[in-house]
Every structure is written in C-alpha cells, then in structure tokens.
C-alpha cells in the first residue's frame, strides 16, 4: 500500500491543482480468489481521483486477487455474473482499455477508448451533454454507435450542433455517433492523466471472450453502486458471495491454474 500511495502522489498533485476536479475517497472492493478454490477476506483500499459522479461514495470497484497477484481485474464472464447475482449493488458496469484507427478526416489518428457495458453510464449516474448513451439492447444486439467526449467533439468536429446521426469511422469500421458526454466525464480514470479516453462504444463481448478458453483472462474491469442502506462490508460480504458462485462455476480443468 505505500509504495501505491508513493506512486500516486505525483499525478494526486496534479489533480488537486486541476479545476473542476475535486478529491473525493471511492473505494475498492478486491474480491479474493485463492490458488485453488478458496475464498479469501475483503482487501480494502482507496483510488485518489474522483469526478463528479452522482453519490460518489456509493461507488465501488471490483476486482480479484488470484493467489498471490492483486488487482488483476476482472473476467468477461465476471461481469454478467455479477450483474445478475449481486444483491448489494443496484448496478454493476464491465469496461476494458482499447484504442482505435481514427479515420475519417484528412489524416487518421490513434485514440484511446473504452468498450464498456451500459450499465457503467447507469453507475455512474452522468447523462450526456448532446444525444443519448447506448442501452442494453443495442450492446446485445452489436449495434455499432459510439458516444464522444467534448474534446473529440470539440477538437475533431468543432462542436457540430448536429453530431448526433453522423458516421465516425474506428479501425475502418463505421459507428454512428449517438452522443456527447460533458466535459468534465472521464472514465476510465487513468492516475495523472487527464482527458484520456476519447469516445465509448458497447462492450457487446464475443463468443470467445466468454468461452472457457478466456475463463481466466482478467483483461477487464467493473465499476458498481451500493444499494442505499448497504454498507461497504456489507457489498464485501455480497461480492465474495458472487466470487464463491463464480469459482463453482470456474472450468474444472483451469482451477489449478488460477
């Protein structure tokens, strides 16, 4: 933990001087996954960072420690078993880090984005500046949209009253853009980096991303929300629950490799 607090006082210096921003504790469940099967305590901690999320203190983020390695995240298959097992959290939202070819203008260009599930705009509870976010159905159903951030809208498409409807080309795939979030959304939130992530689409995870061949990649991440009245030990007794469920359900044939 100290040589965490260590890391982070650089960008958590940087923060407190940026406008707009404001130190707010959000705190981490890690829910702990043993080398075999067995389920291991709570693990506390903090993230230094917050923007203005609505009720930020009922927010969570779930991870798994698997033997000895922390913070290693979460799986695909994580996030749906959450989602529908957990009675602590009124919402539960899967994301990962990715990046995309840019095209569409005079020169592409690389941007950092997210995939994320809709339940991670539901988390949050931030509504977007211009249009709308994806919904669960257009995520189950591989819709291909996208939601920017005012610096994409700004920087790329000069704040274009009528963004919303038009094409936007990622990997030389067509999205239609469906809404811009405010400026100051940032999610994923990166630790001395602001401004980051430039647009989201739906996570709409694969056959193979849910196959048992990917039962142990913990590429991926979940943000939740306590239930009004649910203690944080309270969510840390639920979460370990739901990783007790998973570990049952986990391939018998990679147990003694996790």
Same mark, same amino acid.
């Given at each position: 933990?100290?040589?965490?607090?260590?890391?982070?006082?650089?960008?958590?210096? $940087?923060?407190?001087?940026?406008?707009?921003?404001?130190?707010?504790?959000v705190l981490i469940l890690?829910?702990?996954?043993?080398?075999?099967?067995?389920?291991?305590?709570?693990?506390?901690?903090?993230?230094? $960072? *917050?923007?203005?999320?609505?009720?930020?203190?009922?927010?969570?983020?779930?991870?798994?420690?698997?033997?000895?390695?922390?913070?290693?995240?979460?799986?695909?298959?994580?996030? %749906?078993?959450?989602?529908?097992?957990?009675?602590?959290?009124?919402?539960?939202? %899967?994301?990962?880090?990715?990046?995309?070819?840019?095209?569409?203008?005079?020169?592409?260009?690389?941007?950092?984005?997210?995939?994320?599930?809709?339940?991670?705009?539901?988390?949050?509870?931030?509504?977007?500046?211009? %249009?709308?976010?994806?919904?669960? @159905?257009?995520?189950?159903?591989?819709?291909?949209?996208?939601?920017?951030?005012?610096?994409?809208?700004?920087?790329?498409?000069? $704040?274009?009253?009528?963004?919303?409807?038009?094409?936007?080309?990622?990997?030389?795939?067509?999205?239609?853009?469906?809404?811009?979030m405010p400026r100051s959304?940032?999610?994923?939130?990166?630790?001395? @980096?602001?401004?980051?992530?430039?647009?989201?689409?739906?996570? *709409?995870?694969?056959?193979?991303?849910?196959?048992?061949?990917?039962?142990?990649?913990?590429?991926?991440?979940?943000?939740?929300?306590?239930?009004?009245?649910?203690?944080? @030990? @309270?969510?840390?007794?639920?979460?370990?629950?739901?990783?007790?469920?998973?570990?049952?359900?986990?391939?018998? %044939?990679?147990?003694?490799?996790?």
């Open positions: 933990m100290q040589t965490f607090l260590e890391e982070l006082r650089y960008p958590l210096r $940087r923060l407190i001087k940026s406008p707009g921003f404001s130190l707010t504790i890690a829910v702990s996954i043993g080398a075999t099967t067995a389920i291991f305590s709570l693990v506390e901690g903090v993230l230094l $960072r *917050s923007l203005p999320f609505a009720d930020p203190e009922r927010l969570v983020v779930l991870g798994e420690h698997v033997g000895e390695n922390s913070g290693i995240g979460a799986t695909a298959r994580d996030i %749906g078993t959450y989602a529908a097992a957990s009675s602590a959290f009124s919402s539960v939202g %899967g994301y990962s880090g990715t990046r995309y070819e840019l095209g569409g203008g005079d020169t592409p260009e690389v941007v950092d984005a997210a995939r994320m599930t809709a339940g991670v705009f539901t988390t949050l509870g931030v509504e977007p500046m211009v %249009g709308r976010v994806f919904t669960v @159905q257009e995520e189950d159903a591989r819709q291909p949209v996208a939601v920017i951030s005012d610096a994409l809208w700004l920087n790329r498409y000069h $704040r274009d009253a009528h963004i919303v409807g038009t094409s936007i080309t990622l990997d030389r795939s067509t999205y239609s853009i469906i809404g811009v959304f940032e999610f994923p939130l990166q630790p001395g @980096q602001l401004d980051r992530t430039q647009l989201w689409i739906p996570m *709409s995870l694969t056959a193979e991303e849910l196959s048992d061949q990917n039962a142990g990649a913990w590429g991926y991440q979940m943000v939740a929300r306590l239930r009004d009245g649910v203690t944080l @030990q @309270q969510g840390a007794q639920d979460a370990n629950r739901v990783a007790q469920e998973i570990m049952r359900n986990f391939p018998a %044939g990679m147990r003694n490799e996790a």
